[in-house]
């Protein structure tokens, strides 16, 4: 069980807007402790692609989006590609652990 | 190009120990804050571990807390995680990672790894 929450699964055709959700607690988002996603495709190396709630590394496309409100955050993709199918997680910090913490990531498919 | 390769993954059995490695390269490596992080099968990310860029702060999650601890080398540019005591829910892929900020030395909690390597794998069966 997971400290911070997201969908097993969220799906899309090509071109449209799909969102994860990342639904934290008073001990982590709530506290105020950035939160940051990655991206996994499955044989390769994590990549980061929003840091601090809503900044995009170099080389991520605008596409990709963070926000958060309250306990939770959210990861916002738009245009839909077929390359964007993975599994994506969110992480932050939480207080009660003493230690990052990573949702249980959320499997993309691009339809 | 950074670059962070593991490595010392293997098949070993329950109650046994076994040292991950991870080489860095591409970046100045003693100034920036390492992590483990693992991947059960089937399974979502988890942290394990982080140690600050001058190796006086160390962190280790509660799951792996008195059997794995995160080392460094700045000589050889290496962190290491020595896990004792394996259990068979070890099994996983082991990943490091770097901290995204230099100079962090325990106290930037609130940040994130910003490059990973490839993983080893870690096999925990009798």
């Known amino acids: 069980q997971s400290v911070l929450t997201q969908p097993p699964s969220v799906s899309g055709a090509p071109g449209q807007r799909v969102t994860i959700s990342c639904t934290g607690s008073?001990?982590?988002?709530?506290?105020?402790?950035?939160v940051h996603w990655f991206q996994h495709i499955p044989g390769t190396a994590p990549k980061l692609l929003i840091f601090v709630t809503t900044n995009r590394p170099s080389g991520v496309p605008d596409r990709f989006s963070g926000s958060k409100s309250g306990t939770s955050a959210s990861l916002a993709i738009t245009g839909l590609q077929a390359e964007d199918e993975g599994d994506y997680y969110c992480?932050?910090?939480?207080?009660?652990?003493?230690?990052?913490?990573f949702g249980g990531g959320t499997k993309l498919t691009v339809l | 190009q950074v670059q962070l390769v593991e490595s010392g993954g293997g098949v070993v059995q329950p109650g046994r120990s076994l040292r991950l490695s991870c080489a860095a390269s591409g970046f100045s490596f003693r100034t920036y804050g390492m992590h483990w992080v693992r991947q059960a099968p089937g399974k979502g990310l988890e942290w394990l571990a982080v140690?600050?860029?001058?190796?006086?702060?160390?962190s280790h999650a509660d799951s792996v807390e008195g059997r794995f601890t995160i080392s460094r080398d700045s000589s050889k540019n290496t962190i290491y995680l020595q896990m004792n005591s394996l259990r068979v829910e070890d099994t996983a892929m082991y990943y490091c990672a770097k901290d995204r900020l230099a100079f962090c030395g325990g106290d930037c909690f609130s940040d994130t790894m910003d490059v990973w390597g490839l993983g080893t794998t870690v096999t925990v069966s009798s």
């Open positions: 140690i600050s860029y001058d190796g006086t702060y160390k």
């Open positions: 992480q932050s910090y939480d207080t009660s652990l003493s230690g990052r913490v």
């Open positions: 008073s001990s982590n988002i709530g506290s105020g402790y950035d």
